[in-house]
């Protein structure tokens, strides 16, 4: 970055003074954001790492127990059916700050919205997401409020209302969209589909005999639901991750560019300080050597 001289070298320097103190402000806030988060993202960590075995076991199950049971009538949760409306859940933060973090599943919503031949409603988690959407998408419901007392029964309580309208046909897929955690700089936009639930090709599945109490339908009719909770639960649980480690990062590259800067205003600062010096000194002996010669 280049700076210039001022015609006025005083009010030139003070207002450099004014710079310098003024990013050193800054790197106070963004240093002090960088260690809230790096802080925030341990607890964040330890949360979905726990989650994400359970969340595995119950879908691996689910589809061990579907392989001997023909699902067909069993659960209006595994059915295909023609498709006319699409829920899509969206998950973001309340707070910016974080980098392409809210601006990445934002433009994957718009990017697969776009494509969309369905009706669309959103369900927003996040106030980022809402505030973007509001007045160009149906709003289907606004869980930003969930951040404050976040738990699974949160999720599992506005996950039986899209159960619910998901069972009386008022839109046939649901699909979430956050942030997959991947580590502290590095967060992957995913697109999962939620309902139907859509099982993975097992191997060794078929030819497996099991027992069953009180049978496999009554099994899969108490699993799949709780699978389904689950796995928004754990996208909420990705994103929070994903926030704060995304928050870490910027706020980590923001103390740096910041520092950076301060280095060459102070850089600055000191060669029109003695540059300023020096015409003074230049003035002083001009003045004595005119007053030698008068």
């Known amino acids: 970055m280049n700076f210039k001289f001022s015609t006025h070298r005083m009010a030139n320097l003070k207002e450099i003074r004014g710079r310098i103190t003024s990013i050193s402000s800054t790197?106070?806030?963004t240093s002090a954001m960088k260690m809230v988060s790096a802080a925030k993202l341990k607890k964040a960590t330890d949360a979905i790492v726990m989650l994400r075995p359970y969340s595995e076991k119950l879908q691996e199950i689910i589809e061990n127990v579907s392989s001997t049971t023909d699902l067909e009538g069993v659960s209006t949760f595994t059915a295909e059916r023609e498709v006319k409306k699409v829920l899509?859940?969206?998950v973001t933060s309340n707070k910016g700050l974080a980098g392409a973090f809210n601006s990445s599943v934002i433009k994957e919503l718009n990017n697969v919205v776009g494509n969309s031949q369905h009706e669309v409603e959103i369900l927003s988690v996040g106030k980022k997401v809402f505030d973007a959407v509001k007045r160009t998408r149906k709003i289907y419901d606004n869980q930003s409020a969930i951040f404050d007392g976040m738990s699974f029964q949160v999720v599992s309580n506005f996950m039986e209302n899209v159960m619910k309208d998901y069972k009386e046909e008022k839109f046939d897929k649901v699909f979430v969209i956050y942030n997959k955690f991947i580590n502290a700089a590095t967060q992957e936009v995913k697109t999962e589909q939620v309902l139907p639930i859509a099982m993975s090709e097992r191997e060794g599945n078929t030819n497996t005999d099991y027992l069953f109490e009180p049978n496999a339908a009554e099994?899969?009719?108490?699993?799949?639901?709780?699978?389904?909770?689950?796995?928004?639960?754990?996208a909420i649980l990705d994103s929070i991750a994903s926030e704060h480690g995304a928050r870490m990062t910027a706020m980590h590259k923001a103390t740096d560019n910041a520092q950076a800067l301060k280095n060459e205003l102070v850089i600055f600062y000191n060669k029109a300080r003695q540059a300023?010096?020096?015409?003074?000194?230049?003035?002083?002996?001009?003045?004595?050597?005119a007053l030698k010669n008068s």
């Open 219 to 234: 099994i899969l009719n108490v699993l799949i639901p709780k699978s389904i909770k689950t796995q928004v639960y754990k």
């Open 276 to 289: 300023a010096i020096t015409n003074e000194i230049l003035e002083i002996v001009s003045g004595a050597e």
């Open 27 to 29: 790197m106070q806030i």
């Open 88 to 90: 899509y859940i969206v």
